[in-house]
Every structure is written in C-alpha cells, then in structure tokens.
C-alpha cells in the first residue's frame, strides 16, 4: 500500500487552476491506497481527494466512473468527480487518468455498532434504486465464472479438508445458478466492506471505492456487506459467525428502503454462503500473489476469515435441513 505517482505543489498548482477550488494550501498522500495514488488536498475552499489511476486506460476511468457521477446527480453522498470551469472531469497528471472529488468528513467505523449497520443497509437499498436507471452495468469479472474457473488453479494451495469444500461449494453453487439467476440483478457495489464508508457517529457520511462497481444480484450485495459488517467478535458465536443483532439491523435498514421478494428471503442462505466463496477465493489469489513478492497479507485481510465464514454458512444451511 502506497502512493505510486509523486506529486510536486507546482504540479499539483497547475491543475487546481482549472478548477474553481481556491488556492492550494496542502496537500498529503494517503498511504492506504492498493492500486491507485491518493492525495488528501486542502484549498482555500475545502477538501479534496486527488485520485491517479496507475493501470487504467481515460476510457476505462471514464466507463467505472461514470456510476459516481450518475449518482452524485442523485444526491448520493459517492465520491463523484468535480468539474473544472470548462466542465471537463478527467484530467491527465504524470501521463495518468487523474480526478479530483470533495473529501468527506468521518472516519472508517470500528467497534461496528448495530446503528450504523442499520444505516449501511438503507444507503445500499438506495444505492441499488438509484443506480437501476443506469445502463449497460460492467460485467462482474470475479462472478460467477470466475470462481469455476479459478478455483482448480488455486486449489493447488490448499489442504485436503480445504480442497473438499472448495470443491462440494463449487457445486453447490453450480445447482443454484438457475436461482441466482432469478433474483433482482443491477448495479452492485460489490465491495462494500467496512473501511469502504465513513460515519461521524453513527451518520453514514459516506460510500467510498466504486471502482469494483458491477452488474450483479442485490441480494449478494447485501450478502457482501452481512458477511464483513455483521462478522462476530464477541457474541458468542466464534470469529466465523454473524452477529444476529447486527445482521438484523443491515437487514431492517435495507428493507426499510427495498422490501426483499419471498424469494429472495429464500435464497438468503445461498447467497451468504456465495458472498464467503467470492472472497475466500479472491483472498487466496492476493495470498498467492503477495507469496511471489516475498510479501504476507495483513493479518486481517487472510483467507482462512472467508474459509471460515463459508464452513458457519453450510452449518446453518444443514443445521435447517
């Protein structure tokens, strides 16, 4: 995690005079960035993020942008481009895609509180049903098709217990893809995790990295965010459950804006267990990377979380069977 692109004020004085932002006062790199550099900059009249794309074309910026800007038209407190005084968003700094967007205030939640999961869950309702009139969603490239697909590669990693549920979830999943299919699909975040949102308190103040954004089902967008937000701690459950208050509250919070369908209330189990597969096997491909650089994942961003979550999941599942 690091800022790859160096600045210089000059640079960075050069840009700004487009805008209609004041005069640059500081500016700082955000270290926690894992694919693109991050500037925190203050001006004479606010705060701002400045964002470098490291690997990405302008017509690809402009394609996973274009959600943000899309939604910033609905009020939707999303990290959507400023517009310089010509109206152009997209800059070029370094020879990189470059933009610039209001800084919100608030921090990363921690001691997550049922509050503020709540809160999550009605801004994802919203995200969803405001998104939905937005064409030509961005294919999912860690769908579907890719767990059957990655999955033989890096099973190789793995254990026999490991290898035998990678290998009976893969088809389970596969003898539920008609259902899947079934659900209400659109724009998902697809990677709202925690450290993605800012509150003040317990106000959600913000949804961050909308870069993952794709099409897929609402349902394991929830998912995604049940099995991050609502992980236990000490409930009683163990490190690999979900806390019930927690789950409860993301889930009254997201129907107070979406009511789920019956079926979709259903297909709750399958989907969670879905949402853990994803990201065990993403987990292992970052594992496997990070080995090839002599390098270790953080310890809480290892595989065996998402192993873990999948095994509680299958015990819920056969526990009703």
């Not at 801004?123 to 049903?129: K, S, V």
Request: proline share 4%; aromatic share 10%.
């Amino acid at each position: 995690m690091a800022v790859y692109t160096s600045l210089t004020a000059v640079e960075l004085t050069d840009l700004l005079s487009h805008y209609d932002v004041g005069e640059l006062v500081a500016f700082t790199p955000i270290s926690a960035g894992i694919e693109n550099s991050n500037y925190a900059v203050t001006t004479s009249q606010g705060e701002y993020v400045l964002t470098l794309f490291e690997h990405h074309a302008p017509d690809e910026v402009r394609n996973f942008v274009r959600l943000a800007r899309h939604l910033g038209t609905k009020a939707m407190s999303v990290p959507s481009p400023v517009e310089d005084a010509s109206g152009a968003w997209l800059h070029s700094l370094k020879n990189k895609p470059t933009i610039l967007c209001q800084r919100f205030a608030g921090s990363h939640p921690d001691q997550l509180s049922e509050q503020q999961c709540e809160a999550i869950g009605r801004e994802l309702a919203e995200f969803h049903l405001a998104s939905s009139d937005l064409p030509d969603p961005r294919h999912d490239e860690r769908g579907y098709d890719w767990w059957q697909n990655i999955a033989p590669e890096l099973s190789t990693d793995l254990d026999a217990s490991d290898k035998a549920l990678l290998t009976d979830e893969l088809a389970f999943q596969k003898s539920q893809r008609a259902q899947w299919c079934q659900l209400p699909h659109g724009w998902i975040h697809a990677d709202l995790f925690h450290d993605n949102a800012l509150f003040d308190g317990d106000k959600l103040t913000a949804i961050l990295d909308l870069y993952n954004a794709c099409e897929g089902a609402w349902l394991y967008d929830l998912a995604i965010v049940a099995n991050d937000w609502c992980a236990s701690d000490d409930s009683g459950l163990g490190d690999s459950g979900l806390d019930p208050k927690r789950f409860e509250a993301l889930v009254i919070g997201y129907q107070s804006v979406r009511p789920l369908s019956e079926f979709e209330a259903g297909m709750w189990n399958t989907v969670l267990r879905g949402a853990a597969l994803r990201f065990w096997l993403s987990r292992l491909l970052a594992s496997r990377m990070a080995k090839s650089r002599s390098e270790e994942l953080p310890a809480h961003k290892q595989p065996t979380e998402y192993r873990d979550r999948l095994r509680w999941h299958r015990s819920k599942s056969l526990s009703k069977g």
